[in-house]
Protein backbone atom coordinates (compact mmCIF):
# COMPACT_ATOMS: atom_id res chain seq x y z
CA UNK A 1 0.00 0.00 0.00
CA UNK A 2 1.56 3.33 -0.89
CA UNK A 3 1.42 5.81 1.79
CA UNK A 4 0.84 9.29 1.56
CA UNK A 5 2.11 12.38 3.15
CA UNK A 6 -0.48 15.58 3.91
CA UNK A 7 1.88 18.08 5.03
CA UNK A 8 0.72 21.28 6.46
CA UNK A 9 3.11 24.05 7.66
CA UNK A 10 1.28 25.63 10.21
CA UNK A 11 2.03 29.43 11.61
CA UNK A 12 -0.67 30.75 14.89
CA UNK A 13 -2.95 28.27 13.29
CA UNK A 14 -4.41 28.02 16.62
CA UNK A 15 -8.29 28.39 15.66
CA UNK A 16 -8.64 26.26 13.16
CA UNK A 17 -6.24 22.85 13.63
CA UNK A 18 -8.88 21.76 15.04
CA UNK A 19 -11.79 21.87 12.20
CA UNK A 20 -8.83 21.38 9.66
CA UNK A 21 -7.96 17.91 11.35
CA UNK A 22 -11.48 16.91 11.28
CA UNK A 23 -12.80 17.36 8.00
CA UNK A 24 -8.96 15.96 6.83
CA UNK A 25 -9.98 12.68 8.39
CA UNK A 26 -13.23 12.73 6.85
CA UNK A 27 -11.71 12.49 3.40
CA UNK A 28 -9.37 10.46 4.39
CA UNK A 29 -11.18 7.68 5.68
CA UNK A 30 -12.78 7.02 2.86
CA UNK A 31 -9.66 6.67 0.90
CA UNK A 32 -8.83 2.92 2.38
CA UNK A 33 -6.15 2.18 -0.52
CA UNK A 34 -3.54 4.66 0.99
CA UNK A 35 -1.47 4.86 4.18
CA UNK A 36 -1.35 8.48 5.80
CA UNK A 37 0.72 10.56 7.43
CA UNK A 38 -0.34 14.05 8.47
CA UNK A 39 2.85 16.16 9.29
CA UNK A 40 2.39 19.48 10.89
CA UNK A 41 5.36 22.17 10.44
CA UNK A 42 4.89 24.17 13.52
CA UNK A 43 6.61 27.33 11.99
CA UNK A 44 7.38 29.14 15.34
CA UNK A 45 3.51 29.57 16.37
CA UNK A 46 3.32 32.12 19.13
CA UNK A 47 0.05 30.39 20.35
CA UNK A 48 -1.31 26.99 21.03
CA UNK A 49 -0.52 25.53 17.33
CA UNK A 50 2.49 23.25 19.02
CA UNK A 51 0.21 22.03 21.92
CA UNK A 52 -2.65 21.42 19.62
CA UNK A 53 -0.64 19.30 17.41
CA UNK A 54 1.17 17.32 20.08
CA UNK A 55 -2.34 16.48 21.56
CA UNK A 56 -3.68 15.47 18.59
CA UNK A 57 -0.17 13.41 17.77
CA UNK A 58 -0.88 11.57 21.12
CA UNK A 59 -4.34 10.16 20.22
CA UNK A 60 -3.48 9.51 16.43
CA UNK A 61 -0.77 7.78 15.10
CA UNK A 62 -1.41 9.23 11.69
CA UNK A 63 -0.30 12.58 13.05
CA UNK A 64 3.91 13.50 12.92
CA UNK A 65 5.15 16.86 13.59
CA UNK A 66 8.32 18.77 12.73
CA UNK A 67 8.54 22.39 15.02
CA UNK A 68 10.91 24.66 13.32
CA UNK A 69 13.40 26.58 15.86
CA UNK A 70 11.74 29.74 14.91
CA UNK A 71 9.48 31.34 12.28
CA UNK A 72 10.84 30.93 9.05
CA UNK A 73 7.84 31.22 6.51
CA UNK A 74 5.83 29.76 4.35
CA UNK A 75 8.52 28.97 1.58
CA UNK A 76 10.79 27.27 4.34
CA UNK A 77 8.14 25.42 6.56
CA UNK A 78 7.54 23.68 2.86
CA UNK A 79 11.04 22.71 2.43
CA UNK A 80 11.50 21.40 6.25
CA UNK A 81 8.06 19.44 6.06
CA UNK A 82 9.46 17.64 2.01
CA UNK A 83 12.57 17.16 4.25
CA UNK A 84 10.75 15.34 6.87
CA UNK A 85 8.03 13.54 4.82
CA UNK A 86 8.36 9.58 4.30
CA UNK A 87 5.76 9.32 2.01
CA UNK A 88 5.16 7.90 -1.98
CA UNK A 89 3.41 11.22 -2.64
CA UNK A 90 2.95 14.73 -0.35
CA UNK A 91 -0.05 16.89 -0.60
CA UNK A 92 1.11 20.07 0.45
CA UNK A 93 -2.02 22.11 2.35
CA UNK A 94 -2.86 25.15 3.72
CA UNK A 95 -3.52 24.75 7.26
CA UNK A 96 -6.67 27.50 7.09
CA UNK A 97 -8.66 25.29 4.98
CA UNK A 98 -8.75 27.89 2.02
CA UNK A 99 -7.89 24.64 0.24
CA UNK A 100 -10.57 22.15 0.49
CA UNK A 101 -9.17 18.85 1.50
CA UNK A 102 -12.09 17.05 -0.72
CA UNK A 103 -9.98 17.62 -3.28
CA UNK A 104 -7.45 15.28 -2.29
CA UNK A 105 -9.28 12.08 -3.74
CA UNK A 106 -9.33 13.55 -7.12
CA UNK A 107 -5.56 14.47 -6.68
CA UNK A 108 -4.73 10.94 -5.68
CA UNK A 109 -6.55 9.47 -8.51
CA UNK A 110 -4.89 11.69 -11.19
CA UNK A 111 -1.76 10.22 -9.81
CA UNK A 112 -2.60 6.69 -10.12
CA UNK A 113 -2.99 7.71 -13.46
CA UNK A 114 0.74 8.69 -13.96
CA UNK A 115 0.65 12.66 -13.29
CA UNK A 116 3.48 13.57 -10.97
CA UNK A 117 2.53 17.23 -9.87
CA UNK A 118 -1.40 17.47 -9.91
CA UNK A 119 -1.93 20.96 -8.59
CA UNK A 120 -4.99 23.15 -7.77
CA UNK A 121 -5.59 26.04 -9.69
CA UNK A 122 -8.43 28.84 -8.40
CA UNK A 123 -10.93 29.41 -10.33
CA UNK A 124 -12.46 32.28 -8.41
CA UNK A 125 -10.87 33.89 -5.16
CA UNK A 126 -13.43 34.81 -2.65
CA UNK A 127 -12.88 36.95 0.11
CA UNK A 128 -9.63 38.25 -1.39
CA UNK A 129 -10.27 42.29 -2.12
CA UNK A 130 -10.50 43.55 -5.69
CA UNK A 131 -6.60 45.37 -5.16
CA UNK A 132 -5.50 41.79 -4.11
CA UNK A 133 -6.75 40.49 -7.26
CA UNK A 134 -5.38 43.39 -9.75
CA UNK A 135 -1.54 42.93 -8.23
CA UNK A 136 -1.55 39.48 -8.29
CA UNK A 137 -2.80 38.63 -12.13
CA UNK A 138 -0.76 41.84 -12.41
CA UNK A 139 2.43 40.07 -11.25
CA UNK A 140 1.55 36.85 -12.96
CA UNK A 141 1.45 38.87 -16.10
CA UNK A 142 4.66 40.13 -15.93
CA UNK A 143 6.43 37.40 -14.59
CA UNK A 144 5.49 35.36 -17.29
CA UNK A 145 6.59 37.66 -19.63
CA UNK A 146 10.11 37.65 -18.44
CA UNK A 147 10.78 34.04 -17.83
CA UNK A 148 10.93 31.25 -20.19
CA UNK A 149 9.38 28.82 -18.13
CA UNK A 150 5.69 28.69 -18.19
CA UNK A 151 4.28 30.12 -14.39
CA UNK A 152 0.88 28.62 -13.17
CA UNK A 153 -1.25 31.62 -12.90
CA UNK A 154 -3.57 31.53 -9.53
CA UNK A 155 -2.20 28.66 -8.52
CA UNK A 156 -0.93 28.39 -4.51
CA UNK A 157 1.01 25.40 -3.16
CA UNK A 158 -1.83 23.09 -2.89
CA UNK A 159 -0.75 20.39 -4.80
CA UNK A 160 0.04 16.88 -4.95
CA UNK A 161 4.05 16.16 -5.49
CA UNK A 162 5.31 12.47 -6.46
CA UNK A 163 8.44 11.59 -4.67
CA UNK A 164 10.18 12.17 -8.00
CA UNK A 165 9.01 15.82 -7.64
CA UNK A 166 9.77 15.84 -3.43
CA UNK A 167 13.43 14.39 -4.15
CA UNK A 168 13.58 17.06 -6.97
CA UNK A 169 12.62 20.12 -4.65
CA UNK A 170 14.68 18.93 -2.26
CA UNK A 171 18.22 19.54 -3.90
CA UNK A 172 17.04 23.24 -4.75
CA UNK A 173 18.88 24.49 -1.66
CA UNK A 174 18.67 27.79 -2.32
CA UNK A 175 17.73 30.39 0.91
CA UNK A 176 15.73 32.63 -1.32
CA UNK A 177 13.09 30.58 -2.07
CA UNK A 178 9.96 31.52 -4.62
CA UNK A 179 8.24 28.13 -4.42
CA UNK A 180 5.81 28.78 -6.85
CA UNK A 181 8.11 29.14 -9.50
CA UNK A 182 10.60 26.07 -8.44
CA UNK A 183 7.53 23.53 -8.95
CA UNK A 184 7.41 24.63 -12.66
CA UNK A 185 11.36 24.70 -12.93
CA UNK A 186 11.54 21.30 -12.18
CA UNK A 187 9.05 19.79 -14.73
CA UNK A 188 7.47 16.33 -14.85
CA UNK A 189 3.50 15.39 -15.44
CA UNK A 190 1.65 18.15 -14.35
CA UNK A 191 -1.96 18.01 -13.94
CA UNK A 192 -4.43 20.98 -13.03
CA UNK A 193 -7.81 20.96 -11.28
CA UNK A 194 -9.81 23.74 -11.11
CA UNK A 195 -11.68 24.35 -7.43
CA UNK A 196 -13.15 27.77 -5.78
CA UNK A 197 -10.96 29.20 -3.25
CA UNK A 198 -12.41 29.50 0.60
CA UNK A 199 -12.28 32.14 2.42
CA UNK A 200 -9.82 31.71 5.80
CA UNK A 201 -12.02 29.71 8.01
CA UNK A 202 -11.05 31.38 10.87
CA UNK A 203 -7.45 33.53 12.29
CA UNK A 204 -5.91 36.10 10.43
CA UNK A 205 -3.76 36.29 7.16
CA UNK A 206 -0.09 36.60 7.44
CA UNK A 207 0.23 38.57 4.31
CA UNK A 208 0.57 42.17 3.75
CA UNK A 209 1.67 44.64 1.00
CA UNK A 210 5.17 44.67 2.28
CA UNK A 211 5.33 41.22 2.30
CA UNK A 212 3.34 40.56 -1.01
CA UNK A 213 6.09 43.01 -2.65
CA UNK A 214 8.67 41.09 -1.30
CA UNK A 215 7.25 37.90 -2.64
CA UNK A 216 6.93 39.69 -6.20
CA UNK A 217 10.71 41.06 -6.15
CA UNK A 218 11.61 37.87 -4.89
CA UNK A 219 10.29 35.79 -7.90
CA UNK A 220 11.17 38.09 -10.37
CA UNK A 221 15.00 38.06 -9.39
CA UNK A 222 15.33 34.12 -8.33
CA UNK A 223 13.93 33.04 -11.88
CA UNK A 224 15.01 35.81 -14.47
CA UNK A 225 17.62 37.80 -14.86
CA UNK A 226 15.96 39.88 -17.38
CA UNK A 227 15.88 43.02 -15.20
CA UNK A 228 19.69 43.61 -15.80
CA UNK A 229 19.03 42.95 -19.43
CA UNK A 230 16.71 45.72 -18.96
CA UNK A 231 18.98 48.23 -17.46
CA UNK A 232 21.78 47.63 -20.01
CA UNK A 233 19.30 48.01 -22.98
CA UNK A 234 18.21 51.33 -21.03
CA UNK A 235 21.54 52.07 -20.81
CA UNK A 236 22.47 51.51 -24.66
CA UNK A 237 19.77 53.38 -26.21
CA UNK A 238 20.41 56.36 -23.79
CA UNK A 239 24.39 56.16 -25.04
CA UNK A 240 22.89 56.32 -28.66
CA UNK A 241 20.63 59.28 -28.10
CA UNK A 242 23.28 60.90 -25.69
CA UNK A 243 25.95 60.62 -28.91
CA UNK A 244 23.40 62.33 -31.95
CA UNK A 245 22.66 64.93 -29.21
CA UNK A 246 26.10 65.52 -28.97
CA UNK A 247 26.35 65.75 -32.91
CA UNK A 248 23.73 68.24 -32.89
CA UNK A 249 25.45 70.47 -30.19
CA UNK A 250 29.10 70.57 -32.12
CA UNK A 251 27.28 71.38 -35.72
CA UNK A 252 25.28 74.14 -33.37
CA UNK A 253 28.70 75.40 -31.69
CA UNK A 254 30.41 75.50 -35.31
CA UNK A 255 27.46 77.33 -37.33
CA UNK A 256 26.53 79.80 -34.43
CA UNK A 257 29.65 80.02 -32.16
CA UNK A 258 29.60 79.33 -28.51
CA UNK A 259 26.91 80.66 -26.20
CA UNK A 260 26.11 80.17 -22.57
CA UNK A 261 22.34 79.23 -22.71
CA UNK A 262 21.36 75.29 -22.09
CA UNK A 263 20.94 75.31 -18.50
CA UNK A 264 17.66 73.70 -18.20
CA UNK A 265 18.66 71.13 -20.68
CA UNK A 266 21.28 70.60 -18.48
CA UNK A 267 19.38 70.35 -15.66
CA UNK A 268 16.93 67.89 -17.08
CA UNK A 269 19.84 65.46 -19.00
CA UNK A 270 21.70 65.37 -15.33
CA UNK A 271 18.88 64.28 -13.18
CA UNK A 272 17.45 62.11 -15.97
CA UNK A 273 20.61 60.17 -16.43
CA UNK A 274 21.38 60.24 -12.19
CA UNK A 275 17.88 58.86 -12.01
CA UNK A 276 18.83 55.98 -14.96
CA UNK A 277 22.00 54.87 -13.03
CA UNK A 278 20.47 54.92 -9.93
CA UNK A 279 17.88 52.63 -10.85
CA UNK A 280 20.17 50.49 -12.72
CA UNK A 281 22.42 50.08 -9.53
CA UNK A 282 19.46 49.22 -7.32
CA UNK A 283 18.84 46.87 -9.79
CA UNK A 284 22.06 45.42 -9.89
CA UNK A 285 21.90 45.36 -5.97
CA UNK A 286 19.33 43.34 -5.46
CA UNK A 287 20.84 40.80 -7.08
CA UNK A 288 24.24 41.37 -5.30
CA UNK A 289 22.26 40.76 -2.02
CA UNK A 290 20.60 37.93 -3.46
CA UNK A 291 24.41 36.53 -3.89
CA UNK A 292 25.52 37.42 -1.09
CA UNK A 293 22.93 35.53 0.82
CA UNK A 294 23.43 32.25 -0.94
CA UNK A 295 27.21 31.91 -0.86
CA UNK A 296 27.00 32.58 2.96
CA UNK A 297 25.66 28.12 2.07
CA UNK A 298 23.79 28.59 5.46
CA UNK A 299 21.23 25.85 6.45
CA UNK A 300 17.77 26.63 5.83
CA UNK A 301 16.07 26.14 9.00
CA UNK A 302 16.89 24.28 12.74
CA UNK A 303 14.37 21.88 13.81
CA UNK A 304 13.37 22.07 17.70
CA UNK A 305 12.27 19.09 17.65
CA UNK A 306 10.60 16.32 15.56
CA UNK A 307 7.65 13.69 17.13
CA UNK A 308 8.36 14.54 20.26
CA UNK A 309 12.26 13.98 19.96
CA UNK A 310 14.88 16.92 20.22
CA UNK A 311 16.98 17.17 16.90
N1 LIG B 1 2.46 30.00 7.19
C1 LIG B 1 3.65 29.51 7.72
N2 LIG B 1 4.62 30.42 8.10
C2 LIG B 1 4.45 31.77 7.97
C3 LIG B 1 3.24 32.23 7.40
C4 LIG B 1 2.27 31.32 7.03
O1 LIG B 1 3.85 28.31 7.85
O2 LIG B 1 5.34 32.51 8.34
C5 LIG B 1 1.40 29.03 6.80
C6 LIG B 1 0.04 29.32 7.41
O3 LIG B 1 -0.09 28.74 8.69
C7 LIG B 1 -0.91 28.69 6.40
C8 LIG B 1 -0.17 28.90 5.08
O4 LIG B 1 1.19 29.13 5.42
O5 LIG B 1 -1.06 27.31 6.61
C9 LIG B 1 -0.76 30.05 4.29
O6 LIG B 1 -0.75 31.22 5.07
P1 LIG B 1 -1.86 32.33 4.96
O7 LIG B 1 -3.21 31.69 5.04
O8 LIG B 1 -1.56 33.36 5.97
O9 LIG B 1 -1.61 32.92 3.51
P2 LIG B 1 -2.73 33.27 2.40
O10 LIG B 1 -3.68 32.11 2.33
O11 LIG B 1 -3.39 34.51 2.87
O12 LIG B 1 -1.93 33.44 1.15
MG1 LIG C 1 -4.72 31.41 3.77
Not at 60 to 82: C, H, P, Q, W
Not at 159 to 178: G, P
Not at 261 to 266: K, M, R, T, V
Request: glycine residues 6%; charged residues 25%.
Amino acid sequence: MKKITILIPAYNEEEVLDKLYSRLKQVLAKLNDYHFEILFVNDGSKDRTLDIIKTLQKEDTMVSYVDLSRNYGKEIAMIAGLDYATGDAVVIIDADLQDPPELIPQMLQYWKEGYDDVYAKRRSRLGETWLKKLSASTFYTMLQKFTKIPIQENTGDFRLLDRRCVEALKQLREAQRYTKGMFSWIGYNKKEILFDRDPRAAGQTKWNYPKLLDLAIEGITSFTTAPLRFSSLLGALISIFAFIYMLIIIMKTIAYGESVQGYPSLMVIILFLGGIQLLSLGIIGEYIGRIFNETKRRPLYFVDEYNGKRV
